[in-house]
């Protein structure tokens, strides 16, 4: 008896000193570790997060339809938040870093075609203010790195705002503004320096890949430090949904695999045959954006698919059908790379940097909370 109530008291002394450790580290507001905080700057909603000791600032801006919620896990404390694979791999990889994370919704909140876009005439002045406010809101020392992350029209935002504020690197995600050099060339006369900017973009779609090589060239001509990352299309293997998303199960990712092929959208190398807003997708869609239907197939995967909720499933396969295409998504697995380029100006190869940081797999990245930025503020 006696022996068994030591035993028992030892274990409660054990969890209870693990759970002291675990808990200890938390992010700057006192929370678990991405649980974003929220603010309103210049009429715009704000997600963020920051280590205890921040080493430097991410502001990132979504592309179009999307939103600064996407890029924390839904937990209790965030309902909106959708975690979407590319965006919380940027979360966890800044985070990682040392950087405090901030994203920003576009003004225009309309859903549907054309809806939730960055613009200059609604966004340049108001993400300018945040540019200047954030780093007083998360406590960042003077002199450490600001850098702007933007997708499709948050990336043209993102490529132009150094026209009107300082920030120490640009990250332009699949798309390469026209009248670069005209902003350029105000620069010059004016006093503000374009920093080091790194493109990442999908090369399938070859529009848009000479559009990011007549910016680039623009950009050397004005002696700018510059670089791209060519990111490819993908083939479905069983496990490509499961491997990207954390909230997929490795059976669900099996069986939509499974599906894909058996609805004729893959080739014989299990590449995507044809575009994913072609109608031979339509059976498909239709099982992943009808909550009904998906539904369905989610119960019939418990216990192994833990999260059951259809929508946010949905929109999670549909963004892993966009990266697998390869033509305009979110890119968020190049984020420790290109916060390494730009901290060193541009000095370092980055097909190195991305060589050796490149996620095995970015449902498995975890928040590394090691760093000295996550010693707790005394
Ligand atoms: C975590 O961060 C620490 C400190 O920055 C580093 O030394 C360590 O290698 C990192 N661990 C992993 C698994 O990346």
């Not at 909106?80 to 694979?85: K, V």
């Not at 876009?117 to 809101?137: G, I, M, Q, T, Y």
């Not at 991305?354 to 996620?359: E, F, G, I, K, S």
Request: with cysteine; glycine share 8%; hydrophobic share 40%.
């Amino acid at each position: 008896m006696r022996t068994a109530a030591a035993a028992l008291a030892a274990v409660t002394l054990l969890l209870v000193g693990f759970g002291g450790r675990v808990t200890a580290t938390v992010n700057a507001a006192g929370k678990p570790v991405l649980t974003p905080s929220r603010v309103k700057i210049a009429g715009h909603d704000i997600y963020f997060e920051s280590p205890p000791r921040p080493s430097g600032l991410l502001i990132i801006m979504h592309k179009c339809g999307r939103s600064g919620s996407d890029h924390w896990p839904r937990s209790k404390s965030c309902l909106e938040c959708e975690g979407l694979p590319q965006s919380l791999a940027k979360v966890k990889q800044a985070l990682s870093r040392g950087y405090a994370v901030a994203a920003i919704n576009s003004k225009d909140r309309s859903t549907g075609g054309g809806g939730r876009c960055f613009a200059w005439k609604n966004d340049a002045a108001a993400v300018a203010e945040a540019v200047r406010s954030l780093p007083k809101w998360v406590k960042l020392p003077p002199g450490a790195p600001v850098v702007l992350d933007g997708a499709s029209s948050g990336g043209s935002l993102a490529l132009r705002l150094p026209s009107i504020v300082a920030v120490s690197g640009v990250i332009g995600e699949v798309i390469a503004p026209p009248g670069l050099s005209d902003t350029l060339r105000q620069m010059r006369e004016g006093r503000m320096r374009m920093p080091p900017a790194l493109y990442i973009h999908m090369p399938r779609d070859t529009n848009m890949a000479s559009k990011v090589k007549s910016n680039m060239d623009a950009l050397k001509a004005a002696n700018v430090a510059v670089a791209q990352i060519r990111v490819d299309r993908r083939s479905i293997g069983s496990a490509y949904f499961s491997d990207l998303s954390p909230i997929i199960s490795p059976r669900l990712s099996a069986e939509l695999k499974r599906k894909m092929r058996a609805m004729g959208l893959l080739d014989s190398k299990a590449f995507l045959k044809v575009e994913p807003s072609n109608v031979v997708w339509n059976a498909f869609r239709s099982l992943v954006s009808s909550p009904k239907a998906l539904s369905q197939l989610l119960a019939s995967l418990k216990p192994q698919q833990r999260e059951q909720n259809a929508v946010l499933v949905g929109k999670h396969i549909l963004e892993c059908i966009h990266t697998a295409w390869g033509h305009h998504e979110t890119i968020g697995e190049h984020t420790t790379a290109a916060l390494e380029w730009l901290e060193v100006k541009g000095k370092r190869d980055i097909s190195r940097l991305v060589q050796r940081h490149r996620p095995a797999r970015l449902s498995s990245l975890t928040v590394n909370t090691s760093g000295p930025q996550w010693r707790p503020r005394s």
